[in-house]
């Protein structure tokens, strides 16, 4: 793929020069949102890097709204516009329909100004689309879509087709067409107070913003208001860990005791393995097994921040890992955590392109190797051990369907219980969590 240079133009806005640049690379190089973003705006001062990531991450979520709309007000397929023209006009769409900011002169001048400097030509097609934008205006283009079907609800909400016919036939079509909508909307940002360091209380006191507290998750603190959490002395002393509620709940049901000898495979990057080193007061020990080196690398600097000396990293294939193993130790754990790779559909509001990533192929490849790592994690439990399955993702194959074989063919394990999260009624991420015990 070629490169995507930064617009020249000095009178285009600094954020939509850059969220520009951010969509040619997401949707013609590849390129992930967050490092194209991290790359494209180190240089933009705060205000504009906000307005920027906004920019490009809602247009980057609300392209299959965005491509709709622009075919319906071009009369020709998206598909078979120049690329830099199409970018353009998601940019300025986007703007137009999502925001309530800058004048509509303004958003329509600048997209045609980047338009003219990286097409090969068209910008005309772009004034005219996003002029007649202005004219019929977001409530008329927005309120005429529709989502009493799948195929309806995957333009209104900007999901490929196959994601909204999987929650249509697995959540029904009413919490289909919520989750669909949350997805798009901010995500909850919550830190977990490191109990070896602090409580949620006096991390709160600390914190410079709003929070509101979790009944059910004593160490869990949840942001009112935009905080820069990793500029601050609170996260470089270890009092905190950024995760969501949902990822705090796995740890809980594991329940880890201090002593206890506990298993974490495919542990990177680390929030729920030093959560359980919390849970148990850093006595006893965690054994996180992670395949990749450098995110074992980063793993055991996370455990060195947040002070949890009972974690040992071992570099190692969670799918083979209890072949490996066995024989070194033949007590078993007394607790496996099996958090494995997973197609994240849990997590779309805080990864802007993952929905157009993945694939149905991908997932069915995943649920092979999710199978056989949790059965390498039950193979390390002792007898009368607890047994937890997790993923961040609302797919059937990857989570239910995948249970219910595994108990199936492992007789002696029996379901203790089933947590699924989901964003539209938890307002955190989608995380599916069981818990078993081997008898």
């Given at each position: 793929m070629p490169n995507v240079p930064s617009p020249p133009t000095a009178s285009v806005a600094p954020a939509r020069r850059c969220a520009y640049t951010v969509l040619r690379r997401v949707f013609e190089q590849g390129a992930y949102a967050d490092r194209a973003l991290t790359a494209e705006a180190a240089q933009l001062e705060p205000r504009d890097r906000a307005l920027a990531m906004r920019l490009a991450y809602g247009a980057v979520q609300r392209r299959g709204t965005l491509d709709h709309l622009i075919e319906e007000l071009s009369e020709r397929p998206a598909a078979a516009l120049d690329p830099p023209l199409l970018a353009a006009l998601r940019l300025g769409l986007y703007e137009l329909l999502y925001t309530r900011g800058a004048p509509d002169y303004a958003v329509v001048a600048d997209a045609v100004e980047l338009a003219k400097a990286h097409g090969r030509a068209g910008h005309g097609l772009v004034n005219a689309v996003l002029r007649r934008a202005?004219?019929?205006?977001?409530?008329?283009?927005?309120?005429?879509?529709?989502?009493?079907?799948?195929?309806?609800?995957?333009?209104?909400?900007?999901?490929?087709?196959?994601?909204?016919?999987?929650?249509?036939?697995?959540?029904?079509?009413?919490?289909?067409?919520?989750?669909?909508?949350?997805?798009?909307?901010?995500?909850?940002?919550?830190?977990?107070?490191?109990?070896?360091v602090t409580d949620a209380a006096a991390l709160a006191g600390e914190l410079p913003v709003r929070t509101h507290f979790d009944p059910d998750i004593p160490e869990a603190v949840v942001l009112d208001e935009p905080f820069d959490a990793h500029s601050s002395t609170a996260w470089r002393r270890g009092a905190f860990h950024a995760q969501s509620r949902a990822a705090m709940r796995v740890a809980r049901e594991l329940?880890?005791?201090?002593?206890?000898?506990?298993?974490?495979?495919?542990?990177?990057?680390?929030?729920?393995?030093?959560?359980?080193?919390?849970?148990?007061?850093?006595?006893?020990?965690?054994?996180?097994?992670?395949?990749?080196?450098?995110?074992?690398?980063?793993?055991?600097?996370?455990?060195?921040?947040?002070?949890?000396?009972?974690?040992?990293?071992?570099?190692?294939?969670?799918?083979?890992?209890?072949?490996?193993?066995?024989?070194?130790?033949?007590?078993?754990?007394?607790?496996?955590?099996?958090?494995?790779?997973?197609?994240?559909?849990?997590?779309?509001?805080?990864?802007?392109?993952?929905?157009?990533?993945?694939?149905?192929?991908?997932?069915?490849?995943?649920?092979?190797?999710?199978?056989?790592?949790?059965?390498?994690?039950?193979?390390?439990?002792?007898?009368?051990?607890?047994?937890?399955?997790?993923?961040?993702?609302?797919?059937?194959?990857?989570?239910?369907?995948?249970?219910?074989?595994?108990?199936?063919?492992?007789?002696?394990?029996?379901?203790?219980?089933?947590?699924?999260?989901?964003?539209?009624?938890?307002?955190?991420?989608?995380?599916?969590?069981?818990?078993?015990?081997?008898?």
């Open positions: 202005t004219r019929e205006g977001p409530d008329s283009l927005l309120d005429g879509l529709t989502d009493d079907t799948p195929e309806s609800a995957a333009i209104k909400h900007s999901h490929p087709e196959w994601i909204a016919r999987l929650w249509w036939e697995a959540l029904g079509p009413e919490q289909a067409r919520a989750l669909m909508a949350c997805d798009n909307e901010p995500l909850e940002v919550a830190l977990r107070a490191n109990t070896l329940a880890p005791a201090a002593g206890e000898r506990v298993l974490d495979l495919c542990a990177a990057p680390g929030g729920k393995t030093t959560h359980l080193a919390a849970l148990m007061h850093d006595r006893g020990e965690v054994l996180a097994v992670e395949r990749d080196k450098r995110r074992a690398g980063s793993l055991v600097r996370t455990a060195q921040r947040l002070h949890a000396s009972s974690v040992r990293v071992e570099v190692a294939d969670a799918e083979h890992w209890t072949e490996a193993a066995r024989g070194a130790d033949a007590r078993g754990f007394d607790r496996v955590l099996v958090d494995p790779p997973c197609s994240g559909l849990g997590t779309l509001q805080a990864r802007a392109d993952l929905r157009w990533r993945v694939t149905p192929d991908a997932i069915a490849n995943m649920a092979g190797t999710q199978a056989r790592i949790l059965a390498a994690g039950a193979g390390a439990l002792r007898p009368g051990g607890l047994l937890v399955y997790s993923t961040c993702t609302i797919s059937p194959i990857e989570n239910e369907l995948l249970i219910a074989a595994f108990l199936d063919s492992h007789a002696s394990f029996a379901l203790e219980d089933v947590v699924l999260t989901l964003p539209h009624r938890d307002h955190t991420a989608g995380f599916y969590i069981a818990r078993m015990r081997r008898s």
